[in-house]
């Protein structure tokens, strides 16, 4: 259990440093705006979403930490935790519905969605559009490995 524990003291490190990143981000975004090319409204969009993409990913970093946090400090919370990550059947549904894989490649799109909207509305478009497509396929992956096994 010690080993685990220091596992999740890494990541912690890994979950606070993502946080400083959001916390700059959100701080920067308005200094850069989409670029005079776009009209108004698509600006005010893609702003709009810049930041809505960085504070999802923002409270979804909080929330793992704050869980992490509060299982390191509890002993039974501890032990719930090591439990849920060491389930094989868990294991076995994120293998089946290729989470490590999309995760990085869905939340890569989110960022490259979030940067290009300061360059291009085109790219900007596509981009959140295969975001949104990724994201559904992951998914319906999920919740047909859930209902499979």
Request: charged share 20%; aromatic share 12%; proline share 2%.
């Amino acid at each position: 259990m010690e080993e685990f524990k220091k596992k999740l003291q890494r990541r912690l490190i890994l979950l606070s440093s993502g946080l400083c990143f959001a916390c700059a981000a959100v701080i920067l975004s308005g200094r850069f705006s989409s670029g005079p090319s776009a009209p108004e409204h698509l600006r005010d969009f893609m702003d709009g979403f810049q930041l809505g993409i960085i504070l999802g990913i923002s409270c979804v970093l909080f929330s793992i930490f704050v869980r992490v946090l509060m299982a390191i400090r509890s002993p039974d919370r501890l032990k719930k935790l090591y439990i849920s990550e060491t389930d094989e059947r868990k294991l076995f549904i994120l293998q089946k519905s290729g989470s490590s894989g999309m995760n990085i490649v869905m939340y890569g799109l989110a960022v490259a969605t979030a940067v290009a909207g300061n360059f291009n509305s085109m790219i900007f478009f596509t981009l959140l559009g295969a975001t949104i497509f990724v994201s559904l396929v992951r998914l319906i992956f999920k919740l047909y490995y859930h209902k499979k096994y």
